[in-house]
């Protein structure tokens, strides 16, 4: 469903990633050892365009996992779904395993 929702110009829309609470083994982990604010990206608008005209591509793309600030953002709702669109710029990095 969130497929339908292409953002604008440099905007890009983020599905938060839930850490596990809890090991493989059953261990139950402290809040602040999930703390890391990341999501998946869903969808990636165009780019921003320079006064010449020209389009600059955002720096993610789909599927890509980025670290998130701690706060701002747009919450959108979709379907029982809840996702956030951000700025490009206002992404801190993208994660890799």
Partial sequence: MAKRLIPTLNRVLVEKVI?????????????????????KVISVGPGLRTNEGKTIPPSVKEGDTVLLPEYGGTQVKLGEKEF??????????????
């Fill in 19 to 39: 850490p596990p609470s809890k090991t493989i083994a059953g261990i139950l982990l402290p809040e602040s050892s999930t703390k890391l604010n990341s999501g």
């Fill in 84 to 97: 956030y669109l951000y700025r490009d710029e206002d992404i801190l990095g993208t994660l890799h395993e």
